[in-house]
């Protein structure tokens, strides 16, 4: 009996929702992103700009799980959840001494972006196309 009452109101609520959602944008289910404070000025997006917030958040990336260190080892990145950069250790510490340097970690980074600013970006390959 619990099943058969708990069933109904699974396809009720289910119901709800796809009515809500048909009747109504998504956004107002969903949500929007809050609006930003007054006086607050957001960079206009280009490469350049893109390119320095991917720098910014890799290097928070790294600090983040170096630690004081300055220099990375391959159990701290997997300690620290950065599972791409620990598989591709012996790839990135080209000296084999057992820890990286942020220089080390952007140099193997940089011609995997797909930005042209990016240093080492593959001939013939198409820019990153910003939608505003």
Do not use: C
Not at 53 to 82: E, M, P, Y
């Amino acid at each position: 009996m619990r099943v058969y009452n708990l069933s109904f109101a699974l396809i009720g609520m289910l119901s709800a929702i796809a009515v809500g959602i048909t009747t109504s944008g998504a956004g107002e289910i969903l949500g929007f992103p809050p609006r930003d404070r007054a006086g607050v000025v957001r960079p206009k997006m280009n490469q350049a700009t893109v390119q320095q917030a991917v720098d910014q958040q890799l290097k928070a990336r790294f600090d983040a799980a170096a630690g004081s260190n300055k220099v990375l080892t391959a159990q701290q990145a997997s300690d620290g959840g950065w599972g791409f950069i620990s598989d591709h250790f012996a790839e990135i510490d080209r000296d084999k001494d057992g820890f990286v340097s942020f220089a080390d970690v952007s140099r193997f980074m940089a011609p995997r972006s797909p930005l042209s600013v990016a240093p080492a970006r593959p001939a013939g390959t198409k820019p990153i196309q910003i939608i505003e």
